[in-house]
């Protein structure tokens, strides 16, 4: 592994002293997800393998390069996950990309977020430097947290070479309920469920139908399904683990189709919201998926309705990019982005513009 990392090392230097840019890339499964894609690939699933993985402390710890796939298979063996449930989006998923992407899956509002999880970090920097930020257990972290500022970042910063994430046990016992309600009594009634002592680990709301997944231990899930199902008319969804899947990976129906997909991320009480297209309904009502068009002047009102609820819009997938993936920043927040970027990658080579 030291030849690859020197390799990359030089590879960088290279880039640095010509001005050139870097694309790095791992499996390739979320090239789709931001702005452009520029420069030569820096291709890093040769630097691969878990490094330290202790069941008992609860952390994994792998470099960039390693496969998603294998990473959740051995956390299996040993009955624990990946408790923010990160989208793959294709076969080719890595560690490295999955927390560049900062992706979280259903499980999400319960679990908490993908840069939760995030312990420690190393890093190769725009200079050629290997950095490395926090550690191996939570409390690890004194002044700057660098190693969750990597979560999310599209390797715009520099080369996440190895990460520390905490793991989770997996739950004793999982069973999803059905419900049929509309969109303004779901949102009412999952705000309600959430402040109530319920083991609730995902919800989803699409056409008229609220789904309703519970994890943790058997007699709580069980006393769960009892008082929903007798109060509210709930029922025992079948095959519930491929639906959450597809959910996950986006193969639901709902994600079918050219129309360009839109994340809505609001206050989980907001009501309904009006913007001209299908939605579905994610995270207790905190995330809210749209389907509508990506022009300008949608994008425009989109992200102003949006706004107007105390959230923020960003254009998922598909759709016109130039009229910006994000939601445009502060000028103060903005400001603190461009010096971060100065301070790790002073040359602009990794991922120019793939962000803002």
Known sequence: MQQTLERFQ????????????LRIRGGGSKDWYGQRLEGEILDTRAYAGIVDYEPTELVITARCGTPLAEIEAVLAERKQMLAFEPPHFGEGATLGGTIAAGLSGPRRASSGALRDFVLGAKLLDGKGDVLSFGGQVMKNVAGYDVSRLLAGSLGTL??????????????YREATLRFEMNEVDAIRKLNEWGGQPLPISASCWIDGVLALRLSGARAAVDAAIRSLGTAHGGHIMPDCE????????????????????????VPSTYGAIVLGGPQLIEWGGAQRWLRADGDAATSERIRATVKACGGHATLFRGGDKSVGVFQPLAPAVAKIHERLKAGFDPSNIFNPGRMY
Not at 12 to 17: C, N, S
Not at 158 to 171: A, D, I, M, R, T
Not at 249 to 262: C, I, M, N, S, V
């Open 158 to 171: 520099g080369l996440l070479l190895e990460v520390s994430v905490k793991v989770l046990p997996l739950s």
């Open 242 to 265: 491929a639906f959450w899947a597809s959910l996950r990976e986006q193969r639901h129906a709902f994600f079918d189709g050219d129309a360009p997909l839109w994340r809505l991320s």
């Open 10 to 21: 030089d590879q960088v230097r290279t880039a640095a002293a010509g001005k050139g840019a």
